[in-house]
């Protein structure tokens, strides 16, 4: 879907301003009685599908905070298609929702109708391109509004692949009219394991498109068959490491203000601990887009 049929996923200064977490079912609770706020919440739509109460406390929420649906099982990477009774459920949660940004991974998780508990990587080929941006364009039919699709955390390559990510990610953008979250971390880890410019990559990403950025933390685990000796897993289940910080001031001086969020989704800590990562992005974000401005001025 192209052009004026796609209604542009907002960057509105509310959410640019501050930084959001990631809400997860522990904490769902204390957020519902006003205990806890922060800039914007993004959620799993997955956990709420079959989860009457929940959604009902998600309802409440979203009366008073914006939000986004972070899909982990649309699959758009899937050759057999997407599950289009999946894509109804998630319409209908998007309509009681009205979140300000739908997004998901550039990946596959379903296989012959059965799903997979991972988020697996494509070959970044003329193919997979055909096949990806297809089913872009039926989850943005479905959902009248632009798709985010997400920079997957990367830990093995294709032979077979043709084109970088993220070319492979701006062709996307310019067939389907899709925006791009861009993960940070995944960023980070992806350039770790695969031997690749961190800063390069951010450099190259289609700045245009950025409707969001993701910040999460990453486990190290020794790993033989690397050139380091160990390979960065995107667990979710620590805080954000010191050059993912430095790597995320580089983005936004480059992309310019975007909603951020944090992300931890394993070993979840106090929701106070999430509110420190996300005052902490804000104070990165502070400081960055002001020194950007500072040179952009002194040019
Ligand atoms: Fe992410």
Redesign the pocket.
């Known amino acids: 879907m192209r052009g004026a049929a796609v209604a542009e996923a907002g960057t509105s200064e509310p959410q640019a301003r501050r930084a959001g977490v990631g809400l997860r079912l522990p904490h769902l609770a204390e957020v519902a009685t006003g205990a806890f706020a922060a800039g914007w919440f993004e959620v799993h739509p997955e956990n709420f599908l079959a989860n009457p109460h929940a959604r009902e406390l998600l309802q409440h929420i979203a009366t008073r905070h914006a939000m986004s649906l972070?899909t982990v099982g649309l699959s758009v990477g899937s050759v057999g298609g997407l599950d289009r009774d999946h894509l109804a459920r998630l319409c209908r949660l998007v309509a009681e929702i009205d979140p300000v940004l739908v997004s998901g991974?550039l990946a596959w998780s379903t296989h012959r109708g059965r799903y997979l508990n991972d988020l697996l990587p494509l070959p970044y080929t003329e193919e997979s391109l055909r096949v990806v941006a297809a089913h872009v364009d039926e989850a943005q039919q479905a959902l009248g509004r632009a798709y985010v699709l997400?920079n997957p955390?990367s830990y093995v390559g294709f032979a077979d692949s043709t084109m970088t990510e993220v070319e492979f990610l701006a062709e996307l953008v310019a067939r389907t009219d899709c925006r791009l979250?861009c993960?940070v971390?995944?960023a980070y880890l992806s350039a770790a394991n695969m031997g690749y410019d961190a800063y390069a990559y951010i450099d190259a990403f289609p700045a245009h498109a950025v409707a969001e950025l993701?910040?999460?933390g990453f486990t190290r685990e020794a790993d033989d068959a690397t050139p380091g000796g160990e390979v960065l897993i995107?667990t979710?289940a620590a805080a954000i490491a010191p050059p993912v910080w430095e790597l995320f001031a580089h983005a936004l001086r480059r992309f310019g203000a975007r909603p951020t969020?944090i992300?931890w989704d394993n070993d979840i800590p106090a929701f106070s601990r999430l509110l420190v990562e996300a005052a902490r992005a804000d104070a990165v974000a502070t400081g960055a887009l002001t020194e950007a401005r500072a040179h952009a001025v002194t040019r």
Do not use: T
């Open positions: 972070h991974h997400e955390a979250l993960d971390s995944n993701h910040l999460g995107d979710h969020l992300e």
